[in-house]
């Protein structure tokens, strides 16, 4: 790598190391904030979903402004926004308020994180994108499967309100720093596709709010079955306009590569079974096996420590072996491991007898990370690497949400929060639950083709401009 494209990959991982920490950090301090501004059980909830919510909605949106109007220009106004955002929850006086700040936060990420990805990838040749992309994976990976012990350290160390301190001073170092060392980078002179983003921000936003409601307002209801239709129908209004559009933001031509549909396929159901298990796996090592917030973020290390050392490499044999083996072979021994954890779980578990599967699991998904993101990418021409970009990241997050209500569906079912062994009793199902999606993911990865070689030449890949 040259100067330009280590500051690059220093900074778009930096910038998405916040956005992915901020998804989960705060899941370990919802106790605290709880008693701090009193809030109910539906302030709780709505504390994490309408960060899942702005951003999921807003991804795709975002994406298509940054090819537009600048991709650097777009990355620096996530970050403002997010770390303006970052302190409005740190100083809110009530629940409102953090809700409407987190709201906030999930619009600044919305921003950040598909352009970070697609100016990444514009910056590296496609010979040696995939092991930038590695060390991408294990930066993002590491914090959102970190963020259980980062949030728990804070909260018993500091206050809750730390958990968003941190990332102001984060964010005013960053946002000079992107803008003097990353290039502008744009996609194809094309109009805004306004119907498109109409259609695909409704659609989202239908979609998602039916997914965080669901659960806990019930399936049956209008207003979950109402959104949930509303938004089915957008999703089809899109797909048929975005195939007669001229200037499509997301061309549905993309769908006919194996290696896309396949990539971004896997992508979603790897975030569902991987946002399953990290949403009740700290609750466990909570409720079940008594541990406090800080040594259950510690008791996780096994699992995240793998995406530091495995997703790098991996990263680097993606030329060699190609994507279909470390993907669906990732996954399968994710699958195996959250399978395993499914079997032995019990209020009396010894920790010892936990690590094993979490290593085994954690050394999956770090394989299959950089694979999927290679999957994608590597499949469309260096003008469509926003749109793939979009693409890729509203799907996964859509994933990780789908995840989160699957496995929380078929717990309430199995158990509840009223002991050690309720708690467990709906634990191992829904762990298992996450053990089927992933392996099912590894399913849909064996349909990528073999590996392919990148016969590119070396060229430029930016629209650059100082």
Known sequence: ????????????????????????????????????????????????????????????????LGDRLGRRKMLVAGLAVFTLASAACAVAPGTGALIAARAAQGLGAAMVMPLAFSLLSAAFPPERRAKALGLFSGVTGLATLGGPLLGGAIVQGLSWQWIFWLNVPLGLVVIPLVRARIPESTGPAAPLDLPGVTLVTGAAFGVVWALVHGNGYGWTRLDVLGPLAVGLALGA???????????????????????????????FLLYASIFGTAFFLPQFLQIALHYGPLRAGLALVPWTMTLTLVAPVAGTRIARFGERPLLAGGLFLQAVGFAWI???????????????????????VSMAMPAAQHAVINSVGPAELGKASGAFNTLRQLGGTFGVVIVATVFTAAGGYGSPATFTAGFGPAVGTAAVLSLTAAVAGLWLPGRRVNSEPAEPVLEVSR
């Open 1 to 64: 790598m040259d100067d330009r494209q280590r500051w690059v990959l220093a900074l778009t991982s930096v910038a998405a190391l916040m956005v992915m920490l901020d998804m989960l950090v705060v899941t370990t301090a919802l106790d605290a904030i709880r008693r701090t501004l009193g809030a109910s059980i539906t302030g709780l909830e709505w504390t994490v979903n309408a960060f899942t919510l702005a951003f999921a909605v807003f991804l795709m949106t975002a994406s298509a």
């Open 237 to 267: 209004g899109f797909v048929w306009w975005e195939r007669r559009s001229p200037a499509p933001m997301l061309p549905m031509r993309l769908f006919r590569s194996r290696a896309f549909s396949a990539g971004n396929a896997t992508g």
């Open 342 to 364: 499914a079997l032995i779980a019990g209020p009396s578990l010894p920790y010892a007898l936990l690590v094993p599967p979490l290593v085994l699991a954690g050394t999956g």
